[in-house]
């Protein structure tokens, strides 16, 4: 899950496994969601979105899920691959019409 | 990164001096943003500009300034009035207008104290 400090949650993860990572976002009003990958001392990279009257989006190995009830949002890899280390955060659009960001999770892989 | 470039990579700032961070898009996005980045913590929005030659203060503009005189570029300037100014920084842009605000980022600039 994301959390605010120094001190990233963290995802060990072995090779070939599926990798779940979560995010609880906070406005109920939010309605529209993207996953970013950040890879060490680069910018985050765009890996999927979805809109708030959808529950499920697939991608290239790459599913997120979103329960509005909970206000919940998870991403799942599939088969994860070393390359997929990185910090994954999510970022939800409020009502005002800007992006918020999460801390972001740590995601270790592991051989 | 999505045709966004920032430059320099990485910037030394002595005390008491201005600096400025270079963001450059080619995709003809009329949106661009600065972020600030410090670890462990999300993105914090610093500036931002939907159109030309408009922009609007973010949650921590206080020691930062910006301008927005061309549609490519968005350069933001870090004061000697911001005390704190180590960090991350990350330009974006997104195309304006329609449903979705997915905004693509840069590279980042890390700015560093002497």
């Known amino acids: 899950g994301e959390s605010v400090g120094l001190h990233l949650p963290t995802l060990s993860v072995q090779e070939g496994d599926n990798s779940i990572i979560n995010c609880a976002y906070s406005?109920?009003?939010?309605?529209?969601f993207i996953w970013y990958k950040q890879e060490s001392g680069k910018g985050p990279q765009f890996i999927i979105d979805i809109r708030s009257n959808m529950d499920k989006r697939q991608g290239q190995r790459v599913t997120v899920l979103l329960n509005k009830t909970v206000k919940h949002l998870s991403l799942q890899i599939a088969a994860t691959q070393p390359g997929d280390s990185a910090v994954y955060f999510c970022?939800?659009?409020?009502?005002?019409?800007?992006?918020?960001f999460g801390a972001g999770t740590q995601v270790v892989v592991t051989p | 990164d999505g045709g966004i470039t920032q430059s320099p990579k990485y910037l030394f700032r002595k005390e008491g001096q201005n600096v400025t961070l270079s963001c450059e898009q080619n995709?003809?996005?009329?949106?661009m943003y600065w972020y600030r980045q410090d670890p462990g913590q999300g993105l914090r929005l610093i500036y931002y500009s939907q159109i030309v030659n408009d922009f609007q203060k973010g949650d921590i503009a206080e020691g930062y300034s910006v301008s927005r005189e061309k549609k490519e570029s968005f350069p933001l300037t870090v004061t000697s009035a911001q005390k704190n100014p180590t960090a991350f920084y990350l330009c974006?842009?997104?195309?304006?207008?329609?449903?979705?605000?997915?905004?693509?980022f840069g590279p980042g600039t890390r700015l560093l104290v002497l």
């Open positions: 995709l003809n996005h009329d949106a």
């Open positions: 970022a939800e659009k409020n009502s005002w019409g800007k992006l918020q």
């Open positions: 974006a842009s997104s195309a304006a207008g329609g449903y979705q605000e997915t905004q693509y």
């Open positions: 406005n109920s009003a939010s309605d529209y």
